[in-house]
């Protein structure tokens, strides 16, 4: 257990529905990750913020995407109208930037099912 | 955009033989970073390195950054089944960039 925990660990949604991802990071980390990983493939970076302030969004990320860090703490992850090509295991990581470092640690991930 | 790659994809070794990985950015890098995928789990920090030349070694792990900062290579000796997964690298422009994986190398260790 890195620390980091993601909510729901498993989500099946049908096609077009929204869904909502919750990431807790490690308390004193100043920064947050989400990912997107599928089978076969290093994990696909999306967005991350440095306290609640969102750094980069992928131009690869759609409009359906979205995602917040209100007040620096917990991230949301939403995806609205859902396609079954947004099936995937969704990563987020928080770190502690300091100077050079910035080791990542990652949540367990939570597995989206499109039907 | 910023490219990392890996080679080779999928590495199938006896035990006790050694592995190795390679990475190489499409771009000079600040610092790459190392992690180890288990089957069915998550990415774990393995190491990060920062300096041209750098080489760290963990027991049977030894990472090296290449000269230019723009590869870097992963070996393990004398394999053992608790290697098996995949191993990524991570790179990143500036200190304060975003990571972007490799595709990873996925190694199988045969008992």
């Known amino acids: 257990d890195t620390g980091v925990s993601q909510d729901p660990r498993h989500k099946i949604t049908k096609r077009g529905q929204n869904v909502t991802f919750r990431c807790d990071p490690i308390?004193?980390?100043?920064?947050l990750y989400w990912y997107r990983q599928t089978l076969g493939q290093g994990p696909e970076f999306l967005t991350y913020f440095q306290n609640e302030a969102q750094l980069e969004k992928s131009r690869l990320l759609s409009d359906r995407f979205s995602a917040e860090r209100p007040k620096g703490s917990f991230s949301t992850l939403e995806i609205q109208r859902t396609e079954q090509g947004d099936s995937a295991m969704y990563l987020c990581?928080?770190?502690?930037?300091?100077?050079?470092?910035?080791?990542?640690?990652f949540g367990p991930g939570t597995r989206l099912t499109v039907t | 955009g910023q490219q990392v790659m890996q080679i080779p994809q999928y590495q199938h070794v006896q035990e006790g033989e050694d592995f190795t990985t390679y990475c190489n950015s499409s771009t000079t890098l600040s610092n790459i970073q190392w992690y180890k995928q288990r089957p069915g789990g998550h990415p774990v920090f393995l190491i990060q390195l920062v300096k041209s030349g750098e080489v760290k070694k963990q027991k049977r792990l030894t990472f090296q950054f290449g000269e230019a900062k723009k590869n870097s290579s992963l070996h393990i000796t004398a394999t053992q089944t608790t290697d098996v997964g995949t191993y990524f690298c991570a790179g990143m422009k500036t200190s304060y960039d975003k990571v972007i994986f490799g595709p990873g190398t996925s190694l199988s260790v045969i008992p």
């Open positions: 308390s004193e980390h100043n920064r």
């Open positions: 990581a928080s770190s502690l930037v300091q100077g050079a470092r910035n080791e990542q640690y």
